[in-house]
C-alpha cells in the first residue's frame, strides 16, 4: 500500500508540519510527527477535508475504516517491537530494586555507592552495568547524571534530574521576554558521536570546507561554531571533539543546542562514546537525528546499526519509532540534503524564537589566549543583538568588544540569537560555558567581575600546605579531606581533559578539587591563590615565570609541570595511595632572554642569548617558552660565546645558541635550561 509523510503532503498542499498536524489532529489518525506514515486514502482525505470538497456523504464511513485498519497495524507494530526489545535488551530486573514506575531525584553529579543506595541494589551490580557503557568507576567515584539516568532504566526506574541550585542574579542580569517581543531564530545543531565515525567530514560536507585537513590526526582539538545557509535559511552547527577525554566538552555542546545529529559509523555501530552523547542528549532533552554514516564502506550494515540504537532507547521511525535515521555517505556527499532536509524540519516543529531587541546574553563556546591579540573567545549569542563596543561581562573576566568575527573570518559589527562570533576585548579569558551578560558601563561590569573574585577567594580559604610528597601523610593523619588543584595549560580544552580526569580520582579519604583554571603560564597571582587556598599548582605545556617561582618557594607552593597529560594523573593518584617516589627528578639550572635571531647560510636559526639566571649547559635540555608557554621541549644543537664552543654559559653573560631541529625562535622569547637526575629511594 502507498504511503506518504506528513511533512510531504504538509509540502503538497503548502501548509507548515505544524500547522498540518494542528487541522488534522481531531481526526485521530495517530500520528505523532511530522514524520509519521500514513496511507494514500487518509492523504487523500486530508486533502478533500482541507479543500472543502463535498465528501459528507462518505467521511464518516471512510474514518473508522481508516482507524480499524491503522489500529491494527499499530498494535501489530508494538507487539513486534516489544519482542525485539526483550529479545535484544534483557535486562534483567534485580529482587531489591524499586521496580517500575519509582522515580527517584539526582544532582548534576552523584557517587556510585549513593546510586546504588537509592536504586536498593549493591554497587557491584552498579559498575557491572557501568562497565557495559564503557564507563569505568569504583563505587566511590562520581558519574554524571545523564550516565545514571542510563543506569537507573536497567533497573525499571526513572529519574528526575535536579540542578545543582545556582547563585541567584543579584544583578538582573537577565529577564522574561514577553511574547510579542520574540521573533524566530536559526536552530542551534551540534554534531555529536564516537571518535573517528566521521563527524568532522559530515560538517566538511555540509559547509564543504575542509576542516579535517587543518586538524592535527584528523581529531577535532576544540569546539568550533559555522553558520550555513540551507534553502534560504540559517542553520548554527557546533562541532564538538569525539576524544573521550573531552567528554565535559561534549556535555556542554549539548545544553547550548536545539537538535543533536548523531553520526554513528554503519561498518562499526554504537559505541562508548555514542552512549555518553545519547545521554547527553536526552539530559538536555534534545531532538535526536540519526545520520549512519559510511554506508558505502564494506561491512556497513544499516539493521544492525538500527537494531544497536533500539537497545540504546532510539527506536528508527521506520521500525515503529520517533528517531529519525538518514543513511548518508560524509565522503562521497551522499545523503546530505536529506539530512539538511530533516533538520530543517524537526527545527520547523520547535518554533524556536528570541528577542533581539534587548541586552545581549550569550553562552561562551571556546575561549584561549592569542599571542597577538590577547584573550579571544566564541561566544553563542542567545538573546539580543550583541555589537562591537558593548561593555560586557562573563564570569571573572569583563572589558568592552574591540571587534567581532564571524565563522568565516569576516569582521562584523553585530550578532543577533543563535548567531556565533568570536570576540576580542576581554580582560581575561573566560571559562566555556561561562555566561556572557552585556551590561551599562565599564564601571558595572568591573563591580560584577570583582564581586565574582571576592567570592571564589572566599570559598578557597584553608590553612595546611600541601605537596605531592606529603600528600598520603597528611591524609593519614585527618588533616587533608579536600584536595585542591589549580591548572594552568596552553588550551581550554586541555584545561577540561585534565580537570575531568583529575576529579575522578576521588577516594573515600580525600576529594579531589579543581579550584581554579586558565590559559596561559604561571602567574605570581597563580601562586598567591595556591598559598591561600592550600592547593597544589599543575602545569600543562605551561611554565612559571621567574617571580612565580620565587613566590612558590617562599610560600611553599608545590608546582608541577608535565606535557602529558596521563603523566599528571599517574602522580597524583600515586600520591593518594602514598607510592610517589619519583625515580626521575628535573633540576632547573637557569633561565635566558633571546635578544636577537640571526639565519644561517644552511637554512638554521641562532638565537642571541642573555643568561638571565643560573646556567646553560651544553648537554642540558632546552625550554623555549613564549609567553610563558612551551612552543619547543628539546636539545641544543650548538653553544658558542663568539666564534668558540661553548660547554657552558653563566648569569649575565652572552652566547650564540642553536637548538635541535627548530627553528622559529623570536626576540623576546624565554629558554629554561635543565636536567634529568636520578634518584636513589630511600
Excluded: C
Amino acid at each position: 500500500m502507498t504511503k506518504i509523510r506528513v511533512y510531504e503532503l504538509a509540502k503538497e498542499l503548502n501548509f507548515s508540519s505544524k500547522e498540518l498536524m494542528e487541522k488534522i489532529e481531531d481526526l485521530e489518525l495517530n500520528i505523532n510527527s511530522h514524520m509519521s506514515s500514513i496511507t494514500a486514502e487518509e492523504a487523500e482525505m486530508i486533502k478533500e477535508l482541507l479543500t472543502d470538497s463535498p465528501v459528507e456523504e462518505v467521511v464518516d464511513e471512510d474514518i473508522e475504516i481508516i482507524e480499524e485498519d491503522y489500529t491494527e497495524k499499530v498494535k501489530n507494530t508494538s507487539k513486534k517491537n516489544k519482542k525485539r526489545k526483550e529479545k535484544n535488551i534483557n535486562i534483567k530486573q534485580d529482587e531489591n530494586t524499586k521496580g517500575d514506575g519509582f522515580i527517584i531525584d539526582i544532582e548534576n553529579n552523584i557517587v556510585v555507592r549513593d546510586l546504588a543506595e537509592k536504586i536498593g541494589v549493591n554497587s557491584s551490580q552498579i559498575i557491572s552495568k557501568l562497565i557495559g557503557l564503557g564507563v569505568m568507576a569504583t563505587q566511590n567515584e562520581t558519574i554524571e547524571a545523564d550516565v545514571a539516568a542510563i543506569i537507573a532504566e536497567e533497573f525499571g526506574i526513572k529519574v528526575n534530574i535536579i540542578d545543582s541550585e545556582e547563585p541567584e542574579d543579584e544583578f538582573m542580569l537577565d529577564y522574561e521576554d514577553k511574547p510579542e517581543d520574540l521573533q524566530s531564530r536559526p536552530p542551534v545543531i551540534t554534531v555529536m558521536g564516537h571518535v573517528d565515525h566521521g563527524k568532522t567530514s559530515l560538517l566538511d560536507a555540509i559547509r564543504d570546507t575542509s576542516v579535517t585537513a587543518r586538524e592535527a590526526g584528523g581529531i577535532t582539538q576544540h569546539i568550533g561554531a559555522s553558520t550555513v545557509n540551507i534553502n534560504g535559511k540559517k542553520v548554527v552547527f557546533l562541532d564538538t571533539p569525539g576524544h573521550e577525554a573531552f567528554t565535559a566538552m561534549r556535555a556542554r555542546g549539548a545544553q547550548v543546542t536545539d537538535i543533536a545529529i548523531l553520526v554513528v559509523a554503519a561498518d562499526d555501530g554504537v559505541m562508548p562514546q555514542t552512549i555518553e552523547a545519547i545521554a547527553h542528549a536526552k539530559a538536555a532533552k534534545v531532538p535526536i537525528i540519526v545520520a549512519i554514516n559510511k554506508i558505502d564502506k564494506e561491512g556497513a550494515n544499516l539493521d544492525r546499526i538500527k537494531q544497536e540504537l533500539v537497545e540504546n532507547g532510539l527506536v528508527p521511525e521506520d521500525w515503529g519509532g520517533d528517531t529519525i535515521t538518514v543513511p548518508v555517505s560524509a565522503k562521497n556527499r551522499i545523503g546530505i540534503d536529506d539530512i539538511l532536509e530533516m533538520v530543517l524540519l524537526v527545527a520547523e516543529m520547535q518554533e524556536l524564537k528570541a528577542n533581539p531587541n534587548r541586552k545581549a546574553i550569550g553562552t561562551i563556546i571556546e575561549a584561549q589566549l592569542d599571542k597577538g591579540k590577547g584573550p579571544v573567545a566564541t561566544v553563542l549569542v542567545q538573546k539580543g543583538t550583541l555589537k562591537t563596543g558593548d561593555m560586557v561581562v562573563t564570569g571573572t573576566a569583563s572589558g568592552r568588544i574591540r571587534a567581532m568575527f564571524d565563522d568565516k573570518g569576516k569582521k562584523v559589527k553585530k550578532a543577533t540569537p543563535s548567531i556565533p562570533v568570536m570576540i576580542l576585548g576581554l580582560s581575561e579569558v573566560p571559562n566555556s560555558g561561562d555566561l556572557l551578560n552585556v551590561v551599562e558601563d565599564e564601571k558595572m561590569a568591573r563591580h560584577i567581575a570583582d564581586t565574582r573574585k571576592d567570592l571564589i577567594r572566599e570559598q578557597m580559604r584553608s590553612t595546611y600546605k600541601v605537596s605531592l610528597d606529603n600528600l598520603f601523610e597528611r591524609i593519614k593523619e585527618g588533616e587533608i579531606k579536600d584536595l585542591n588543584i589549580i591548572i594552568k595549560a596552553d588550551g581550554r580544552g586541555s584545561i577540561e581533559a585534565l580537570a575531568h580526569s583529575l576529579e575522578k580520582l576521588d577516594t573515600e579519604e580525600v576529594r579531589v578539587s579543581i579550584i581554579h583554571s586558565g590559559v596561559g603560564g604561571i602567574s605570581e597571582n597563580d601562586i598567591m591563590l595556591a598559598s591561600a587556598s592550600n592547593a597544589i599548582v599543575i602545569g600543562f605545556n605551561v611554565r612559571p615565570n621567574l617571580n612565580a617561582i620565587d613566590v612558590a618557594k617562599k610560600e611553599e607552593v608545590d608546582i608541577r609541570t608535565y606535557r602529558v597529560i596521563y603523566e599528571a594523573i599517574e602522580d597524583l593518584q600515586a600520591a593518594v595511595k602514598g607510592m610517589h617516589a619519583p625515580k626521575i627528578v628535573e633540576e632547573v639550572l637557569g633561565r635566558a632572554e633571546i635578544r636577537a635571531t640571526f639565519r644561517l647560510p644552511n637554512g638554521n636559526s641562532i638565537a642571541g642569548i642573555y643568561v638571565l639566571n643560573g646556567k646553560i649547559t651544553r648537554n642540558s635540555k632546552i625550554r623555549l617558552l613564549r609567553n610563558d608557554v612551551v612552543v619547543f621541549d628539546g636539545g641544543i644543537s650548538s653553544l658558542k660565546r663568539f666564534k668558540d664552543d661553548a660547554r657552558e654559559v653563566a648569569s649575565g653573560y652572552e652566547a650564540g645558541l642553536g637548538l635541535e631541529n627548530y627553528n622559529d625562535v623570536k626576540e623576546g622569547d624565554l629558554l629554561e635550561a635543565y636536567i634529568l637526575k636520578e634518584v636513589e629511594n630511600k
